[in-house]
């Protein structure tokens, strides 16, 4: 079974913990590993992280308790495929809109006759071919999560939902929130009301749903609606976060500009991360 999808189902009711890895540093990732999160995203689509370093990356966490979640730069093919070689397992498929989409994605993900992904006789997903049978049984141990970023990603929540082998949902308050037209204000009350509309939804379903925050407060108002798997800040909202706040502690009441990292949240409504 697909590591991400059992961590969900074993926690049930109480929201898993977890954290984006943006510095696409592969000492970063595991030491983001040890904190304690249950799972991180390792970032393709905002960050440098090409596909050597995700290798890297995924070694590295390989070394932790922290379940990674690959997100791909976009839902290609080719990209996908190469993803998955590479040695993921838990992909996050940014800026779904419809089912048909999702199907792609979905797609992109499996071996034939169920998928169109590529077959390689050699790879870290294969254990460079030492797993038996590994191309009768690796389509079901592939996770695929969507993300859905619109108003009208979340209009078709049920139709994408619905598509078989979509394990989770996951809304992106960031990008919800500006094609809402309330650019960086992630906890205007009409994207919360959004947000507890998706989840309450996708309960009705019995899909997870998850969703990132940028501090603690936030996290919580989400896991109170009801989200099953909340993401906290990132590696880098992380690291700014606690060195300015030394920077600042240490200018003894000199002028120094105030700076606030877009990993606050609530304080600047920025970003999610």
């Known amino acids: 079974m697909n590591p991400f999808c059992q961590l969900l189902r074993a926690r049930g ?22 904190a304690g999160f249950d799972w991180g995203v390792l970032d393709m689509e905002h960050t440098p992280l090409d596909l050597m370093t995700l290798v890297h990356l995924l070694q590295a966490v390989g070394n932790t ?3 990674p979640v690959v997100r791909v730069p976009w839902n290609d093919t ?21 089912a048909d989409e999702a199907t792609h994605a979905v797609a992109a993900t499996r071996y034939p006759p169920e998928g169109v992904r590529g077959m390689a006789a050699m790879g870290r997903a294969s254990r460079f071919g030492t797993v038996p049978d590994y ?25 994408i939902a619905g598509v078989p082998g979509v394990d989770a949902l996951f809304v992106g308050p960031g990008d919800l929130s500006g094609s809402m037209g309330h650019v960086g204000e992630l906890t205007h009350p009409a994207v919360m009301a959004a947000m507890a509309d998706a989840a309450r939804r ?13 501090n603690p407060e936030v996290v919580t108002r989400y896991r109170a609606m009801g989200y099953d798997y909340v993401a906290v ?34 304080k600047t409504e920025g970003s999610a991360y």
Do not use: C, Y
């Open 13 to 34: 009711a109480h929201a898993t913990l977890g954290t984006w890895v943006m510095s696409a540093s592969p000492i970063v990732a595991e030491a983001v590993g040890t």
């Open 65 to 67: 308790k922290m379940v």
């Open 78 to 98: 080719v990209t996908v495929k190469r993803v998955l070689d590479a040695g993921a397992q838990t992909l996050l498929f940014p800026f779904v809109q419809n």
């Open 135 to 159: 191309f009768k049984f690796a389509n079901r141990n592939v996770g695929v999560v969507v993300q859905l970023e619109t108003p009208q990603a979340l209009a078709q929540l049920e139709a």
């Open 202 to 214: 996708a309960h009705a379903l019995g899909k997870p749903i998850g969703t990132v925050g940028g």
């Open 233 to 266: 800040a990132s590696d880098l909202g992380l690291l700014m976060r606690g060195a300015q706040a030394m920077v600042q502690a240490l200018r003894h009441g000199d002028e120094a500009p105030q700076v606030h990292t877009l990993a606050e949240g609530t």
